[in-house]
Structures are given as C-alpha cells and as structure tokens.
C-alpha cells in the first residue's frame, strides 16, 4: 500500500515539474488534495498505525531510538545527495563554474545540509538552481531540490505525540486518552475548514493548519491501532468507506469524515488483498526511499529535458530511476540502520541504565593467597 502512495505523490508531482500545469486531481476533488496530497494522508494514517502498534510493544527510549534511525539516515544521505551530487551536476549543466559551487556563501551547498539536517526545511535549494531553467523554477521563481522532503517534520512531530503517551503508560493503561486527543485534533479540523484564522486565535502553539490536518490523519491510524480488536473488517464497510472517500473527495468533507474512511480502506486493503500483493514490502520496504528521491529526480530530469517527451515517458522514467534509488537506499542505508535498532538505546532505558551499572560497578579485589 505505502508503494501505491509512494507512486502517487510522483503521478501527482510530474504535472508541475514537467510543466504540464497543476494536477488535475485537485481540480476534481474541488482544490480539496491533489493525487499527491491523497498519498500524503494515507502515509500518515498508515503511519499512525503502524507506529502506535510499536509504541504499544516499546518503552519511550526504544521507541524514539526506533523512529531516529528509521528516518534520519535515509534523509540525510539524500540531503547529501542532493547537495553534492545532483546540486553540483545542475549547476555545471546550467552554464555555470564548478568551482563556484563549492563555496560558503548564504543559499549554497553547506547551508542546504546545516538548514535542514533536523527535518525542517529552511533552506529549499541551492543558490538560483532550477530557476528559470525548469518549468516548476519558472512558476514558483525559487530553486526547490526537494519538494517532497516539507512532510517528515510533521511526522517527527507526530511521533513525538506517541512518545509522550509512551512515557506515560497511556497506549497501555489508558488509551482512550488516544480517542480524546484525535477528537480534539477533529474538532480543531473543523474549525481549520470554517474559520482557519480563529484557529490562530484559540490556541497559536498549534495554529499551523497543515499540522492539524496532518496529524489529524495520524492519529486516526493510531486509534485504528489501539482498538484493532474491536474493529470489524467487512467487505460491505469497505465498499462504504471507498463510496465514503471518492464523495468526500468530489464533494468536501474529506478531511472531516473522508480520513477516518480512507484510513478503514486502507487497512482492509492491507488485510484481504492476495497474498502474493501482501507480501510486497514484507521484507524490503523501498516506498520511504521511493518518497524521497522522487522529487529530486523531476526537477533535475525537467532540467535536461525530458519534460518535453511527454507526460507518460517522463513519469515512467522517474519511477524506474526514484525505484533504483530507492533500492540503494533500503540495501545500503536504511536496512544498515535497522540493524541498530537493538543497540544501545534499543535495549531500553532498563536495558541503558543496567548497562551503566555494569560499567560503573568496582571490580572485585583479589582474594589474599
């Protein structure tokens, strides 16, 4: 399922960068989500699923520990390969000197990693690269490397959520503390669609609408986790969530009532689709690494330009392209890094603090002969 919506943000993103105008999706589900959007939200239903059921199996330690290296490696590397790869590359190819890349100036290669190696984007490209040489440099007037990359603060911040309620024995004790905060994150999302500046004026420290929106999502999954022994899985609410989904899509109300349903078919999906599809991502899960390089791909592959072969060859060429990277990147960084996960922190605080005990511990003296 992750791999469907992985390919759907590069559907989606190929209209801009190729210059072919704005997704038609978004026009049809009336400026609500383009395809990519759509992705977007079930990547963090999924998450929030997936994640609280490890929440549920962890202490807070292992947990973060857990979350860090499955994100954090990955995303630096193509933070690097942005910088020193395809940055470089782009810069040469639009008429410029190497050595004026490799520099310390604001906007330039060091600044792209010192900006963003925390997940949030501050810097979005390098110098002017893409402007004016690329169809989605020449509508926005900004040099964007990664487009895609804006979404992972919001899901850190969305795995903070769990770790609090890790830390406090909530997923375990309490969940319908769980039930409470997704309620409130509804109701939030009610108010972000009536009135979005009273959203800023009741509570500021959570006025960004997308954060809402997003972790909304989220959480969704995340209750979806925590009751999944009281959820029934039938093919008749299947049918009623994707009539749910596409009206909601096509006539408002997704992200009121549309997320919960998607989240619903989503999991059905996951759960009754043959067994030759559910084993899929079993083992080898390329979708994160799918998800990030696809982006970066349009716009350098916009730049030498293969915009102008069509729609449908310049898609296919990224998906096989953001397909190899992705497999470089389980192979040779992302399935390095889960190795660790029973490392150091992964042993758990109990696992941490015993371990420092063994170390601090005075070794015995000899016994006198």
């Known amino acids: ?101 490799f520099t310390l100036a604001p906007g330039g290669p ?74 409130l994150y509804f109701a939030l999302e009610v108010v972000r669609l009536s009135s979005p500046e009273t959203l800023a004026q009741v509570i500021p420290f959570i006025s960004d609408p997308v954060a809402v929106d997003l972790t909304f999502a989220f959480l969704v999954g995340g209750c979806f986790a925590l009751y999944a022994d009281k959820v029934v899985f039938d093919y008749r609410l299947a049918l009623l969530s994707a009539a749910v989904v596409v009206g909601t899509l096509h006539y408002g109300g997704f992200a009121v009532i549309g997320y919960p349903a998607m989240c619903y078919l989503l999991l059905w999906l996951a759960t009754r689709l043959p067994a030759r599809l559910r084993r899929i991502g079993r083992v080898n899960d390329y979708s994160y690494g799918i998800y990030l390089y696809g982006f970066l791909l349009q716009q350098f592959y916009a730049l030498i330009g293969l915009d102008r072969w069509g729609y449908i060859p310049f898609t296919v060429i990224v998906m096989v392209s953001a397909f190899a990277c992705a497999w470089l990147s389980w192979h040779l960084i992302e399935k390095q890094a889960l190795k660790l996960k029973g490392w150091g922190p992964g042993r758990g605080y109990r696992g941490v603090l015993k371990r420092l005990r063994t170390r601090l511990r005075p070794e015995p003296a000899e016994a006198k002969g």
């Open 1 to 101: 399922m992750r791999l469907v919506l992985a390919a759907m943000v590069i559907l989606s993103h190929s209209f801009p960068t190729a210059g072919y105008g704005s997704d038609p999706f978004g026009t049809w589900a009336r400026g609500q989500q383009n395809l990519g959007g759509v992705a977007v939200v079930g990547f963090f239903a999924l998450s929030g699923y997936l994640v609280t059921k490890s929440g549920r199996n962890s202490d807070v330690v292992q947990f973060m520990w857990h979350r860090f290296i499955r994100i954090f490696p990955a995303f630096w590397v193509v933070l690097l390969v942005g910088a020193f790869v395809i940055g470089p590359a782009a810069w040469v190819i639009s008429g410029n000197r190497l050595d004026d890349y």
């Open 110 to 183: 060091v600044g792209y990693i010192t900006q963003n190696w925390t997940l949030t984007i501050h810097q979005l490209g390098i110098y002017d690269i893409y402007v004016g040489t690329t169809p989605y440099g020449d509508s926005t007037g900004f040099s964007i490397l990664n487009g895609s990359l804006w979404t992972l603060a919001y899901e850190w911040s969305c795995y903070l959520i769990i770790a609090v309620l890790v830390l406090f024995g909530v997923l375990t004790r309490a969940r319908a503390v769980l039930l409470g905060i997704t309620a």
